[in-house]
C-alpha cells in the first residue's frame, strides 16, 4: 500500500477510536485561501530566540533583555516592506534556537514568555497589510544544543499525566502538536488581523498518525500550510532551503524540483556568512548573489523567503539594514516589472528566460492583467551590445528601458528578438520593458497522440491548452509524440513546455532532469510514410520553454521522436521519464504577420567547397547531414555557390555553433570582393547552433559566398547558409 494509502486508514483507524473526528485532509493544488501568497513575490523570515546572541538559558531573563531592548513590532514590518515582502514568517520554536515560544503558554515543555510578542506582531503586521506565519518544529535532535537542555519532559509529562520524552520524535511531536492547537486557539479567527497560518518545519509521523493537518483543515480552514524540505501533498506550499552549485550561482530555479502551479517557495539567509540567527557577528550581504536570487525567483513564479538574524532587540545588524534600505529604493524602480506577474516563459507564456546570447544570462516576466506586456531582465550581461532573446511568437512593437523609459533599438527575425546598440548595462538587473500586439504563427486545433502514455496523462494532454494536465511518455524512451495537423500546413518550428517537476542539472547521480535530450522530427503527408528526419538534435537542460527549428516545410503530419532524456538509470525515479505540458507548431516566426513570405533557400555547409576544414557530425543538433569544422588556422574557408533570381540585396543567415567563449570572426567576400568581417560568438556549447544575418548585394544568376578564418583559432563550425 502508498505511504498515502497507510496514512489514510491509520486517520480512519484513529477516527473511529474516538480520537479524531475531522474528516481526512485533501491535497489541493488551488485553494482560495493561497490567493495572497500567489499574489506576493517576496517573505521576510525571522530567526528570534533563547540561543539569539548572547544567548540565555532563562526565559526570563531572554524576555527582560527584549523588552528592555525596546523591541517593536513595527520594526520588523517597515523592514519586511523595504524588502517588498507581503508576509512575514516568525520562527521562535526553532530547534536550533531553544525551542522558545514567544508568546504565553499553558504547555510545559519548553520556554513560553509572558509578553505576547507574536500577537503584537500580528496585530502591527495586519494593520499594516502584511500576513504572519507562525514557524512550527517536528525536531527535537537539538535539545541539548549548546550544552543545555533546552526541554522540559518531565513538567511536559506531568501535565499529560503519564511519562513522555520530548527528546524522541515522537514525544516531541505530541508536545508539538498541543502547540499547534493551543495557538490556533489563542489566536482565532474572529481577530483582526488574524495569524494566517503554520510555516512547518519538515513533517513527524505522530502528527500524521493522529490527523493533525485534518484538525487544521477543519478548525482554521483559512490557514495557509507551507511545508519546508519535504514535499508533502497536503500543505499548500513546498518551501526549499537554497540551493547552491548552480550556474549562475544565484539561479536557484536550476535546483528546483516541483513543477506550478504547486506554490513553491525558495529560502535563502541574506547575509553571507554566520549562524542561522545572530550569534553576534556583523556578517556582509552579497547584493549581487541576493538581488539576482530575488529577480529570478520572481522570474520561475517561486517566493523568495528571506532569512535574516535579527539581535535581541529585533533590530538587525548594519550590513542587513543596509541592504534593505538599498533594496526599498532598487525594486522601486522597477517593480512594475515583478508585482503582478509570473515568471515568462513557461505555463503563463512570456519570452524566452535563462540562457541568451554570448554569456547573457537572465529571466523573463508577463504581467497577469495583460498578457502582451512582457520584461527581459538581465542579470548576467552578454560580453558586447547585443542581446538575443527568444519571443516565443510574440510579435513585438516596442522595447523601452524600464529605468530611463529611453527606447532601445530592436530586430525581430528567425523567432529571436535582437536588441542592439545598448551601451548602458546596470550591475545587478537591466530591465527591458517589451510590448507586443500578442502572438501570431501559433497552429491550434492539432490533435496529439504518442506511441506511449500512461493511462491518465494521454498526448492530448499536451495538446489541450492547460497547464494543469500534461502527457507522460511512462518510462518510455525511444517515445513519439505526434501532431495531426487536420490538413496540410506550413511547419516552421515545435515549441514544448516540459514539465518543470526535475531539477535542470545534475545534483547529484540521483537527482538529474529529466527533459528531452536527444530529438529526431519527420513529417509524412499521409501518417504512414515518413521518410527521413528533416532535424536532429540535442535539447539543453535548461528550464522555461526550448523550440525545435526545422527547415520550413509542409506537411500534415509531424512527428517528434525523443531518443533519450538527460537522466542516466542512477537517477532511478527520473531515468527515461518524460512529462510535457504543452507542445505546439509553429507555422511562421512572429513578425510576418502570418504571411511568411518568400521563404530563403538552404545551402548546407557540407555541400560547400571547403578549403582547410573537414565534415563532421559528431556535434548534434546540425541541419542537414554534418556541419564543418575549420581547421585551426587563419584562411581556411567555406564557399557556397548560391543562386538569386533578381540582382539587388540579399540576406544571408549562416547556420553555426561555437562552444567556446571566444568570437571567432570570419571575413566575408560576394563574387571575389570582400565584404567585411562577420562575428561569430559563443553559442555556450557545440550542439548549440545559432544564426548570423547580414546583407550583401548579389548578382542575378549564379554567385559564390565565402567565409575565410581570420584568427588561429579558424572559423565556427559552418553549418548552412540560408539566402533570401
Known sequence: MSRKGILALLTSIIAVAGLVTAPVASAELQHPRQDWLRDAQAGLFLHWGMRTSPGYTSCSAWESAVTNGGWTPQYWVNEAKKLHSQYLVFASFHSRLGYARA????????????????????????????????????????????????????????????????????????????????????????????????????????????????????????????????????????????????????????????????????????????????????????????????????????????????????????????????????????????????????????????????????????????????????????????????????????????????????????GNITLTGVSTWDQYDTVFKVETAGREGILSGATLSASASTSDHAASAAGDGNYLTYWDSNKTTPVSLRFDLGSAKRIQYIGINQREDSVSYARSSTEQSARIRDYRVFVSSDGTNWGSAIKTGTLPSHRGVQFIDVPATTARYVRVEVVNTHAASSDSTRYKRLRIDEAWIGTAYAGSDGDPGPQPTRYEAENATISNGVVESNHTGFSGTGFVNYTNAVGGYVEWTVTATVAGPATLRFGYANGTADNRPVNLAVNGAAVGDVDFPGTGAWTSYAGVTTTVNLNAGTNTVRATATTANGGPNADYLDVG
Request: glycine fraction near 12%.
Open 103 to 414: 508568546y504565553p503558554s499553558k504547555i510545559p515543555g519548553s520556554c513560553a514568555t509572558k509578553r505576547d510578542f507574536l500577537g503584537e506582531l500580528i496585530k502591527a503586521a495586519g494593520e499594516g497589510g502584511v500576513k504572519v506565519l507562525v514557524y512550527m518544529t517536528d525536531d527535537p535532535q537539538w535539545h541539548d544544543e549548546g550544552g543545555h537542555e533546552w526541554l522540559d519532559s518531565s513538567g511536559y509529562s506531568s501535565y499529560k499525566g503519564r511519562s513522555i520524552s520530548l527528546q524522541g520524535r515522537d514525544g516531541f511531536g505530541e508536545f508539538s502538536y498541543d502547540n499547534f492547537v493551543e495557538v490556533m486557539q489563542r489566536y482565532p479567527k474572529a481577530d483582526y488581523p488574524a495569524l494566517s497560518g503554520f510555516w512547518i518545519d519538515n513533517d513527524n509521523a505522530y502528527w500524521e498518525r493522529n490527523g493533525l493537518y485534518e484538525k487544521i483543515r477543519q478548525d482554521r480552514p483559512e490557514f495557509l500550510l507551507s511545508n519546508n524540505n519535504e514535499d508533502t501533498p497536503i500543505m499548500d506550499t513546498i518551501s526549499n532551503e537554497q540551493k547552491t552549485g548552480m550556474s549562475p550561482s544565484y539561479d536557484y530555479p536550476q535546483a528546483a524540483y516541483t513543477a506550478a502551479p504547486r506554490l513553491i517557495e525558495a529560502c535563502y539567509k541574506l547575509p553571507s556568512g554566520g549562524a542561522w540567527w545572530y550569534s553576534g557577528s556583523n556578517s556582509s550581504v552579497d547584493y549581487k548573489l541576493n538581488i539576482g536570487r530575488y529577480i529570478t525567483n520572481s522570474g520561475s513564479s517561486m517566493k523568495s523567503n528571506m532569512a535574516e538574524t535579527a539581535m535581541v532587540n529585533g533590530k538587525f545588524p548594519s550590513n542587513q539594514e543596509a541592504y534593505n534600505t538599498f533594496l526599498n529604493g532598487y525594486l522601486g524602480q522597477i517593480w512594475e516589472s515583478i508585482d503582478g506577474t509570473e515568471g515568462g516563459g513557461y505555463m503563463y507564456g512570456g519570452l524566452k528566460p535563462g540562457f541568451f546570447n554570448d554569456g547573457a544570462h537572465g529571466v523573463t516576466t508577463i504581467k497577469k492583467n495583460n498578457p502582451n506586456l512582457h520584461y527581459i531582465h538581465v542579470l548576467t550581461r552578454p560580453s558586447g551590445s547585443t542581446l538575443r532573446v527568444r519571443d516565443n511568437g510574440y510579435k513585438v512593437s516596442r522595447v523601452t528601458n524600464l529605468r530611463t523609459g529611453a527606447a532601445v533599438s530592436f530586430t525581430q527575425s528567425g
